[in-house]
């Protein structure tokens, strides 16, 4: 679904946000960042501010352009992509962020239905998906509700629901729970983990190192630009568990 060739990204004032990681013993020197995300997996991004968790979505999104290296999203080699393809390629991801931008004058039925009337949903086939769509992350009865009338997990759950409108195999999340109370925060997670399970590959940038450990998921640990460790962090009891 995702990869990453020898990817580097160096800015105009000469910071470099993502590399290869430092030479490690008995292997040769990666010339940029290297990884695979398969299709239906669920991957978490951890790292630092500034580690260059952002750069990389911004690399997935191509907001920003490799400064070398190639990135492959499913059938799109992004280094390939029209300048007329790139709306189409960003349609098919689902896209969720910390400040959940819904449109403060919209109720939450036109929040989602807008995503779809974009690319010319039949307004049939926009009521059935938007009802359906409400069900799924539990806010039915907050259809005619505004933005500004929401708890912050609701409206992240109307932002959710959003980028599910055009059904993506891919959604990606930055930091989806950083304005979102611990509780909140799990059940969003929880909703994450299910959507995944229906299929849908998802990647999340967070900083909730607490919440991401109670997962068995695989997590990308990013340091000044390189990934330094990736794979699935069990659960200090499970291990326990699994050695005793
Ligand atoms: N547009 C930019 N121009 C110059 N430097 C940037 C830009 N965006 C990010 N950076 C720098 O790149 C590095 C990685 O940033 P970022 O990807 O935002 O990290 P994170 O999201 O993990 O906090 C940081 O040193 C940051 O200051
Ligand atoms: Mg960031």
């Known amino acids: 679904m995702i990869t990453f060739r020898d990817v580097t990204k160096e800015y105009p004032n000469g910071t470099v ?6 030479p490690q013993p008995g292997m040769p020197q990666e010339k940029g960042m290297n990884l695979h995300i398969a299709s239906r997996e669920f991957v ?6 500034g580690a260059g968790k952002s750069t990389f979505l911004k690399l997935l999104l191509h907001e920003e352009v490799p400064t ?11 280094n390939n992509l029209t300048r007329k393809q790139i709306p189409m390629y960003r349609r098919q991801l689902g896209m969720v962020f ?5 449109i403060a004058n919209m ?20 009521r059935e998906r938007v009802v359906y769509l409400l069900q799924l992350v539990g806010l039915s009865h907050k259809v005619h509700s505004k933005p500004s009338e929401l708890s912050g997990g609701e409206q992240q759950r109307v932002a959710i629901a959003r980028a599910l409108a ?13 304005n979102i109370d611990p509780r909140m925060s799990q ?14 590959t998802v990647v999340m940038v967070t900083h909730a190192h607490d919440l ?15 990934v330094v460790a990736d794979g699935v962090f069990r659960r200090p009891e499970e291990t326990r568990r699994q050695y005793a």
């Open 166 to 178: 055009n059904n993506p195999d891919l959604i990606i999340a930055d930091e989806p729970t950083g």
């Open 98 to 102: 910390q400040d959940f931008r819904l």
């Open 212 to 226: 991401v450990r109670q997962y068995n998921k695989r997590i990308i640990i990013l340091e000044n630009g390189s």
């Open 17 to 22: 946000a993502l590399c290869g990681r430092a």
């Open 44 to 49: 978490f991004v951890v790292g630092a501010s």
């Open 68 to 78: 070398s290296g190639s990135i492959c999203v499913g059938q799109f080699e992004l």
């Open 107 to 126: 109720n939450v039925y036109d929040n989602i239905a807008f995503a779809m009337r974009v690319v010319g949903a039949r307004d049939k086939v926009i």
């Open 187 to 200: 059940e969003l997670l929880d909703l994450f983990v299910r959507l995944n399970e229906a299929g849908t």
